[in-house]
């Protein structure tokens, strides 16, 4: 059964939470993707082309931080893991 919102504050509230919704999922998309790149160059082996997106990688994760997508402690660590599984190849 769908709940459909009475008051008006109620009805800004539910369009507000379904574009924050899309914007989060968004953002945690483009994150998934570059780890995804990153983790199918290193399978491949390909050193160099998995270092080229480290920093792509720590663009999207700050600027999910920076949006309260992910906690700031999480895109640090998801930065750190990833430059230490890339260095160690």
């Known amino acids: ?3 459909i919102p009475n008051i008006r504050s109620a009805e800004k509230r539910l369009r507000q939470s379904k574009k924050r919704r899309g914007l989060n ?5 483009a994150l998934k993707h570059v780890i ?8 491949a082996g390909d050193r160099e082309a998995a270092r080229a997106l480290l ?3 720590a663009k999207v994760t ?3 931080a920076k949006h309260h997508t992910i906690h700031k402690n999480k895109a640090n660590r998801i930065k ?3 430059m230490r ?4 190849v």
């Open 1 to 3: 059964m769908i709940k």
């Open 25 to 29: 999922r968004a953002k945690k998309t």
């Open 36 to 43: 995804k790149q990153i983790k199918t160059h290193l399978a």
């Open 55 to 57: 920093p792509e990688l």
């Open 62 to 64: 700050d600027k999910a």
């Open 80 to 82: 750190s893991r990833w």
């Open 85 to 88: 599984r890339v260095g160690a």
